[in-house]
């Protein structure tokens, strides 16, 4: 029996490949719930297809917040993926004195693959930044932030010693990163397709880079002093 929804278009459609309710050897039943978001909020499900209530579902899932994880996990790991594949490039070139010779190509190619999975899964983005409140999702924004900070700290300062300059300011450092991550939460919130969300990403990159650099090099004030 192939894979397939209630053939409408819902304002939230989503169908969880996890835990399937195998009713027999032969037949595997998809469960697929419409608007996702009243589910997951607590207000009652309109419609739940193939026969299954909302308690057979409940009962494949230990709660809502186990749900909400099951339904977003997979999108959280690819942008993780992602994210810990430029790092490591990053780390590398710090690691092997090349901080003044940094390949800012990297950067637009990861922020490129960035955009390509937030808008493969952007209604599950859309669900952590507007509906997780109360669920185990409800600091991944945060957490991102956090973890983009404490890599820009070692990054900055393997440049400000490169470079020659004062360790910048731990403050302007996490502001920096809560700027990187705003940039693409504001694209996912604002922008509906992915070709605009490039164009935008491809311009707020290079003034993200630019100011990166006016932090860690000196000003022309500076190298002559």
């Known amino acids: 029996m192939p894979f397939e929804s209630i053939g409408i278009q819902p304002l939230w459609d989503v169908r969880i490949r996890t835990r399937m309710i195998q009713f027999n050897?032969?037949?595997?039943k998809l469960i697929t719930i419409t608007h996702k978001n009243t589910l997951l909020t607590g207000c009652p499900v309109k419609r739940v297809?193939?026969?299954?209530?909302?308690?057979a579902?409940?009962?494949f899932f230990k709660d809502k917040d186990d749900l909400f994880c099951n339904?977003?996990?997979?999108?959280?790991?690819?942008?993780?993926?992602?994210?810990?594949?430029?790092?490591?490039?990053?780390?590398d070139e710090m690691n092997n004195g090349m901080a003044s010779d940094h390949n800012e190509d990297s950067d637009f190619e990861s922020a490129r693959?960035?955009?390509?999975?937030?808008?493969?899964?952007?209604?599950?983005?859309?669900l952590v930044l507007t509906k997780s409140q109360g669920s185990s999702m409800e600091s991944m924004p945060d957490n991102i932030?956090?973890?983009m900070d404490a890599h820009n700290a070692f990054i900055c300062e393997a440049m400000c010693r490169a470079y020659g300059t004062p360790m910048v300011d731990r403050n302007v450092v996490h502001w920096?990163?809560?700027?990187?991550?705003?940039?693409f939460i504001f694209m996912v919130t604002h922008i509906d397709n992915e070709k605009d969300a490039l164009k935008f990403v491809e311009t707020g990159m290079k003034y993200?880079?630019?100011?990166?650099?006016?932090?860690?090099?000196?000003?022309?004030?500076?190298?002559?002093?």
């Open 113 to 126: 693959n960035i955009v390509h999975e937030i808008y493969m899964h952007r209604e599950e983005v859309l």
């Open 57 to 59: 579902l409940y009962f």
């Open 208 to 225: 993200l880079i630019s100011g990166w650099y006016g932090l860690v090099k000196p000003w022309r004030s500076e190298e002559h002093t």
């Open 49 to 55: 297809h193939i026969r299954v209530t909302t308690g």
């Open 176 to 183: 920096m990163s809560h700027s990187q991550i705003d940039m």
């Open 145 to 147: 932030v956090d973890q």
């Open 25 to 28: 050897t032969h037949h595997f």
């Open 71 to 91: 339904v977003v996990g997979h999108m959280m790991d690819r942008l993780n993926a992602v994210l810990t594949e430029h790092f490591s490039v990053e780390v």
